[in-house]
């Protein structure tokens, strides 16, 4: 019996080392792909990992002057910048157009990727096809430096292109101040928005849909089923959990602006002093705190702030997912 055991042993041992073995030779294989893998973990926990210990910032009295270990040094002054913030002549200015623009840009700008992928797919002609989805999603690439400087050239009053047709067409009178009037920026935030991201995130909507089952088009079809009822029935339902999974990182990102296009690179680029009223939203105003006025605690408690909401937002979006259409992120 005690020899039976000491066998059954030392086969287990022999198969855990010929298990290591495998594994240490599966890895020096695919070495290449391990570096590969290693460098982005290595490169998300610097820039993303190490950063959140400066959210203690939020809750102390820290100066730059302290450097990094001012971090950990300072004087700790609780929720005194997040009541400051809450208590600011412009916070509901701030948070209002905040809000505005990220639920504007949800409403208007997600639904068109969708809109998108639905209309390439029923695009029977090859060429056009490739054509199309090229140009609708070649503005993602583009800078949002560049497009802001487009824009200045095509929107100014003065020589502008798009100006200059509105008056050549008589359809009004003098030059509308796209970039200079509050009232026109929210409209300008959202279209531009649509037009740089909802070719890009179509790609998505477009490989759901190209993963259905064609078969069930073709039994639609000899059913008599139009174009429109077999969208309705069948591609839509079909790709209802992409759907979900995007909204709800779309819903989490939206105060950021995320997958409908960035709030923070439009409100800098594209907002000056006279149209701040409806152009400043949470990023900008954290921004101009911290770098332009040094106060880096104040602005990392307005960032907080900005972070949990989109947390409850995440969470909240994938439980009324879950409870409602049964899909979820998690």
């Known amino acids: 019996m005690e020899q039976l055991t000491k066998v059954g042993t030392s086969q287990r041992t022999k198969q855990l080392t010929a298990a290591k073995r495998s594994i240490w030779h599966a890895i020096v294989q695919q070495k290449y792909a391990h570096l590969f893998v290693l460098t982005g973990m290595l490169i998300v926990f610097i820039f993303h990992y190490l950063p959140m210990f400066g959210i203690l910032m939020a809750f102390k009295n820290y100066s730059i002057s302290t450097g990094i270990k001012g971090i950990f040094t300072s004087e700790w002054v609780g929720l005194k910048y997040f009541n400051e913030f809450v208590h600011a002549y412009n916070f509901k200015q701030i948070v209002t157009n905040t809000l505005a623009i990220s639920l504007l840009k949800l409403v208007f700008t997600f639904p068109m990727p969708i809109l998108l992928a639905i209309m390439f797919n ?17 503005p993602h690439f583009i800078s949002w430096i560049v497009v802001s400087g487009l824009l200045v050239v095509f929107l100014s009053t003065n020589n502008g292109i798009v100006n200059d047709l509105l008056k050549g067409l008589g359809l009004v009178k003098d030059s509308l101040p796209f970039l200079s009037s509050p009232d026109y920026f929210w409209g300008l935030a959202v279209t531009t928005a649509m037009w740089k991201e909802a070719g890009w995130w179509a790609i998505i909507f477009l490989a759901a849909i190209s993963g259905l089952d064609p078969t069930l088009y073709d039994a639609a079809e000899m059913d008599g089923a139009g174009r429109l009822r077999r969208i309705w029935h069948i591609t839509l339902p079909g790709i209802r959990g992409t759907i979900i999974v995007v909204l709800i990182l779309a819903v989490g990102s939206m105060l950021g602006g995320g997958l409908v296009g960035s709030n923070f690179e439009q409100s800098y680029l594209l907002g000056n002093s006279i149209n701040n009223e409806r152009s400043e939203i949470l990023q900008t105003y954290a921004f101009k705190m911290g770098l332009a006025q040094g106060r880096y605690a104040y602005a990392t408690a307005i960032d907080l702030i900005q972070s949990v909401i989109a947390i409850i937002l995440v969470f909240g979006s994938n439980y009324l997912s879950k409870k409602v259409t049964k899909n979820s992120l998690f």
């Open 122 to 138: 029923e695009v029977r002609y090859q060429f056009f096809k490739r054509f199309a989805q090229t140009v609708s999603y070649f």
